[in-house]
């Protein structure tokens, strides 16, 4: 049969695909034979399409699931979506607009039937877009964080939570998102790495009932000056200190404002005197609670301004634009003392990008420090180990410092409080998980009968990530009502099979930038409802940046899309590329070179299956010896990549275990097995080598399989006949055998002579066809078995020792020379200047190895070996030498 030429991955990704989840390779059930092995995806936002973060995050989870598959463990990759409050609503609200809807115009049901609609229509595009990939997920336990039991059991943990006293309702400085019009946590406040340019302006207020006494404070928000209450000094700061208990006029509107003397200003700061604006700054907030301020709110939810701030020209403008006109006035007014550029932290919303606003709101909240007491413990004592570790120092650091966490958002799409409101006094309501039991609740809180249609709902749904952080438990179903027991609030997992069988997981494969919103999150959840760890192993992958160092970005146009990759490289080598430099927690800057090297990977291993397939086997030849030593070193070296392979896998190295198998199949395999096996042009190849040939073959294809699903698997059922779902998705992985070392130790000699004979046939014009002979000193070369190997792969015709080294190009392997006779065909001289060099560089080495045993410091603290191992280069320096030396005289005056 003949094959193509090159492969063709669009003939071969589907097909293979479709079989799979044909035969259902990828679900899992409880197995009490099997050992568990189970990893939960980072549930994307239906709003979601595919990019190259979650390229590189779901190739690494699809590798671990495979190899675990191959192990013969039942592999169970869980997947689903997260409904992405913030971002879908903005989504829904876009496409009403297109509609000439407006969100305003419909009821709560109305725009939830909308979004429902929307998310129908879109919400699974990334799953289908993650099959392209190869993901070999469970897709008959795809979850969906709105699903009706889902969404059942986030409302039963918040009262689960209420009644425990950990979730409460308060009036609480937040982060306000003026675009999204919710409160966000403080996790969901991003910050750029390098700052952002800002304006600090020095405006000047009047002392109250003087003629020419003014106070410099300095603001980076001219635009909050309306709602100031107060100027604050530091108590010890000697230049303001008879101004504390004055009265100050804030400019245009003339409110008397007190001075007020508070630790927290910072004298070296601006002027040293602090403008004091409760409703919009959290230190400003604090400053008003200690000397009882009052706070005026001037900022609509919108951004906008309001009659509070006592200009009517500003009533309902946008904040950025009454600051630019504001500068304007205090400058025509006198106001403005001085304008300086600065660099400083802003806020900016994580879902939209806006300037967020501190805002005083009545939210609810989650008391963070007693119930994440557990999960930070569990961390610090590697009960959950995180990969690489260096990011123990940073949730260590977010656990030690965690606040209470705002778990309230004015949306609609959602899962709403189940908060239900029966009178107008601050605490006339109930939470509840139904309206029948909000309407027993109330029953009983007020004392009198209360009637559903009394009940107000709250308008509310909670944070995104209130929901997710349930992930590990509910996806198998752990707060349904045959588990869950409400007394105790805990999930008695010995009732549920599936729970008790896959949880906790194995590994979480996510990004560090959600080990606080989400990662920390979840490992709360699971000693709060199962006592138990929700995952052992947290991999952290690195963000996917530009070559330039830039991160990735629809805006700077530097992402390539996903799926126009997979359709012109395939998916197999957009993988191992996206693998080729992407170590844990360290960023990876990507290349489509690194994905031209996958495609060229792909081809190198169909080109050496189709030498193989092209071989005319004979079973009456007996196996050459030469072939005998191939297969046994290449079994040692398999044997030695699958120890070093497996290193790389529990010390999670993905792009480490990759280059093992990668420079297993094109260096050891392809460059040097099949040359030393494969038959004359013409001739067959003994049954014996092809049998093993095709095994060691077979071997690789596992290796490989994890990382590159689809060609193994072509190859896999080419290479011979297969039963039925005999397939290398479910092939046992490799255990290593023996190692002969000093097989594999011969081998590399005997490649770096082949290696350097060839170097010397290219550097003298001597053709590859042209046999020749070679010398080699008698003493120094213990090669027992690839004297034939040499010979064959360098076309040798004899290989001699004599008294007298012959007139040639001579070369050292280790401390051996050897020498290719040129009697007559040497340009001396060039050959003289060659050596010479040589010579320069070993004296040079050597020099430097001397001065290293000599230094005192360096004998007495290095380690023995590696002082064994300098003598050792000093020893082969030295004999280099003699060699070069010798070989000078050889050439003669």
């Keep these: 049969m003949a094959f193509s030429t090159k492969y063709n991955p669009a003939e071969v990704e589907n097909k293979w695909y479709q079989y799979w989840l044909k035969e259902n390779f990828f679900h899992a059930e409880v197995n009490s034979s099997k050992e568990p092995y189970c990893i939960v995806i980072p549930p994307p936002n239906v709003t979601g399409v595919l990019h190259m973060g979650h390229m590189l995050n779901n190739t690494i989870q699809d590798v671990l699931i495979r190899k675990a598959r191959m192990e013969g463990k039942e592999a169970c990759w869980v997947p689903g979506t997260d409904h992405a409050s913030i971002a879908t609503e903005a989504r829904v609200v876009a496409m009403l607009r297109e509609k000439g809807i407006k969100k305003s115009d419909l009821s709560r049901d109305e725009f939830l039937k909308y979004a429902w609609e929307w998310k129908e229509k879109y919400g699974g595009i990334i799953l289908e877009q993650l099959k392209k990939l190869g993901a070999s997920c469970d897709w008959d336990r795809t979850a969906f964080t709105m699903d009706a039991d889902y969404y059942k059991a986030v409302i039963r943990v918040f009262v689960d939570l209420y009644n425990k006293g950990y979730i409460y309702r308060g009036l609480r400085m937040i982060n306000w998102d003026c675009e999204a019009k919710t409160a966000l946590s ?34 980076q928000r001219p635009e909050t000056i309306m709602g100031d209450v107060a100027i604050a000094v530091n108590p010890s700061d000697e230049r303001y200190k008879k101004l504390v208990g004055k009265k100050i006029l804030v400019p245009f509107i003339n409110r008397e404002i007190p001075v007020i003397a508070d630790d927290y200003v910072d004298k070296a700061f601006g002027t040293g005197c602090l403008k004091v604006t409760p409703a919009h700054d959290v230190n400003d907030y ?34 950025f634009f009454v600051r630019k006109e504001m500068v304007k006035d205090l400058r025509a007014s006198g106001h403005l003392v001085k304008e300086e550029e600065f660099i400083t932290r802003i806020g900016r919303s994580e879902r939209t990008n806006t300037v ?3 805002k005083l709101s009545l939210q609810w909240f989650v008391k963070m420090k007693e119930i994440s007491k557990k999960a930070y413990q569990a961390v610090e004592e590697d009960e959950i180990k995180l990969h690489p570790a260096k990011f123990k120092n940073t949730y260590r650091h977010w656990m030690e410092n965690v606040r209470d ?50 009940l107000r709902q709250d308008e509310d749904v909670l944070d995104t990530w209130a929901s997710s952080w349930l992930w590990p438990i509910e996806v198998f179903g752990g707060f349904k009502n045959d588990f869950f027991d409400k007394e105790k609030g ?61 991160k990735m970005s629809k805006s700077l146009g530097n992402s390539p899309d996903p799926l ?80 070093e392979l497996q290193d790389h896998f529990e010390k999670f190295r993905m792009s480490d275990a990759l280059m093992c198998v990668y420079k297993l199949i094109w260096d050891d395999f392809c460059a040097w097995y099949l040359e030393m096996v494969k038959p004359e042009f013409g001739k067959p190849l003994d049954e014996l080598t092809y049998t093993k040939t095709v095994s060691l073959f077979e071997s690789l294809l596992k290796l490989l399989h994890p990382f590159m699903p689809f060609i193994t698997e072509e190859l896999w ?5 297969r039963a039925t779902r005999e397939n290398v998705i479910v092939a046992t992985w490799p255990h290593a055998g023996a190692v002969d070392s000093s097989l594999l130790s011969e081998a590399n000699f005997a490649f770096e002579t082949i290696t350097l004979i060839r170097n010397a046939r290219n550097a003298k014009g001597i053709s590859p066809k042209e046999a020749i002979k070679l010398y080699r000193q008698e003493s120094g070369t213990n090669l027992r078995f690839f004297w034939p190997i040499i010979q064959k792969l360098s076309n040798l015709s004899e290989v001699y020792t004599a008294k007298v080294k012959p007139m040639g190009v001579s070369f050292l392997v280790g401390t051996v020379e050897f020498t290719i006779p040129m009697e007559g065909k040497l340009d001396v001289e060039k050959e003289r200047e060659s050596i010479q060099k040589d010579l320069a560089y070993q004296k040079g080495f050597l020099v430097s190895i001397e001065k290293k045993l000599s230094n005192e410091k360096f004998v007495s603290g290095a380690p023995p070996q590696v002082i064994e191992m300098e003598r050792k280069k000093k020893a082969d320096a030295e004999a280099k030498i003699r060699t070069y030396e010798k070989a000078l005289e050889g050439l003669g005056d």
């Excluded at 309407?439 to 249609?453: C, D, I, N």
């Excluded at 099979?497 to 959600?514: C, D, M, Q, R, S």
């Excluded at 059922?717 to 006949?721: G, H, I």
Aim: aromatic letters at 12%; charged letters at 30%; glycine letters at 6%.
């Design 405 to 454: 966490w705002c778990i309230s958002r004015q949306l609609w799409w959602g899962h709403r409080i189940p908060a239900y409101y029966y009178g107008e006094g601050e605490d006339d309501f109930v939470v509840a998980e139904t309206m029948e039991e909000a309407v027993k609740f109330a029953t009983q809180k007020a004392g009198r009968p209360v009637l559903e249609k009394e």
């Design 356 to 358: 967020v606003e501190p």
């Design 717 to 721: 059922s080419e290479l011979q006949l």
């Design 564 to 643: 126009e990759l997979i359709g012109t490289y395939g998916a197999d080598a957009v993988r191992t590329g996206m693998l080729f430099s992407s170590p844990a927690g360290n960023d990876l800057l990507y290349d489509e070179k690194l994905v031209e090297q996958g495609r060229n990977f792909t081809n190198k291993i169909w080109n050496a299956f189709r030498l193989v397939k092209g071989w005319e086997v004979d079973n009456t030849l007996p196996q050459p010896p030469e072939n005998i030593t191939a297969t046994r070193w290449f079994e040692s070296k398999l044997n030695q990549s699958i120890l």
């Design 490 to 550: 805990k999930i008695d997992f010995t009732k549920n099979k599936e729970l008790a069988y896959f949880y906790p997981t194995k590994v979480l494969v996510t990004a560090p930038e959600i080990l606080f919103f989400w990662v920390a999150r979840m490992i709360i959840a699971g000693y709060e409802y199962m006592d138990s760890k929700p995952f052992e192993d947290v991999y952290l992958t690195g963000i996917v940046r530009d070559k330039q160092g830039r």
């Design 186 to 219: 403080n996790e969901e406040v991003l910050y750029k790495e390098d700052g952002e340019k800002s304006i600090l302006y020095s405006v000047r207020y009047k002392v109250k009932d003087t003629e020419d006494e003014w106070v410099v404070i300095a603001t």
């Design 286 to 319: 604090e400053i008003g609670q200690r000397h009882s301020l009052p706070v005026i709110d001037t900022i609509n939810e919108d951004g906008t301004l309001n009659e509070k701030c006592e200009l009517p020209k500003f009533y309902g403008k946008d904040r």
